[in-house]
């Protein structure tokens, strides 16, 4: 009989809490790949922007430029990690933003860690101006910290703290924290996040992959300014997947059913949400069409008030110019 999972079980489930070690970072720091494209830095000349939405008392566009590939989330394998990791460089991360900016997008979403920390100094110095919202977890802060569900709440705010100086326009819980505080029955522990959030002056917001606990945030009302939303439900345990298909899968599933799952929840709560896991990280991404489709169904079927949040990896074509351009078409 397997074992009744706990808090930290859940947790060590996740992939995404795996960060790069050093070597790592050196290793892919001085990768070179042929075939590459090209991105220098420089500053970003001024741009339309796309259609924007409001986030607190700030406007973000609503297509964000995300964070995973930079930093080595791949949502496929170690390999694919390594990957990515050997691409961006922070030259390259830095160019790679710059470039977003100059396309129309004016806000990044990104992690607290401490590459992060290192690069945004380099990115405001090349002249970019892109706003920044923080996704906050305790393990980002200190992977040391006890995983229980009092230590993860206060190792996060730890991580908001730290974030703040950065002047991220919104700081929000990760999404696999808030599941797991779900499931052991912690949720309202959040009240104390979003506090300590609001006491550093910044928009609060909590992230999910459930749609069912969207809701439950909503109708708890713990006063946070934002939600995001992943449109597949990532941190099914298990057990979850036993009663649903009577076997569990190797490795992380997209199941097609779940986009409107959560859209339906999206669409009912009141506060702005960003959706992530548009293109399911990579697997809806085999044809400009099948990007398009992705897209279109996501905009749709979100609120007017609503964004997405996209991860671009453009080693092998300027994702940039094609994303956006398909997002404009779209949004227009």
Known sequence: MEDKPTFESDIEACSEFRQPSRREFLAGATALTAGAVTLRPGRAAAADRLPTVALGKHQVTRFIVGSNPLY???????????????????????????????AGIDTWQASYNA????QFPKLRDAGCKIQF????????????????????????????????PFKPIGIAFHGWATDMLYRAGKIDALR?????????????GISTHNPAILAALEEKDFGNDFYMASLY???????????????????????STDPPKMCEVVRQVRRPCLVYKVLAAGRRCGSPGEIRAAFEFAYKNIKPTDACIVGLYPRYSDQVAEDTAMARAILA
């Open 72 to 102: 080595g989330y791949s949502h496929f394998n170690r390999q694919y990690d390594q990957h990515m990791l050997e691409w961006f460089t922070d030259d390259r991360i830095v160019a790679l933003l710059l470039a977003c900016e100059k």
């Open 115 to 118: 590459s992060m920390s290192r």
């Open 133 to 164: 919202i923080c996704l906050a977890a305790s393990w980002h802060f200190d992977q040391t910290l006890p995983r229980t569900p009092d230590a993860v709440v206060e190792g996060t705010i730890k991580c908001a703290q730290a974030a703040a």
């Open 192 to 204: 104390s996040y979003v506090n300590a959030v609001h006491d550093l002056g910044i928009p609060a």
């Open 233 to 255: 439900y990532l941190s099914r345990r298990p057990e979850d997947w036993q009663r649903d298909i009577g076997a569990q899968p190797v490795g992380e599933v997209y199941v």
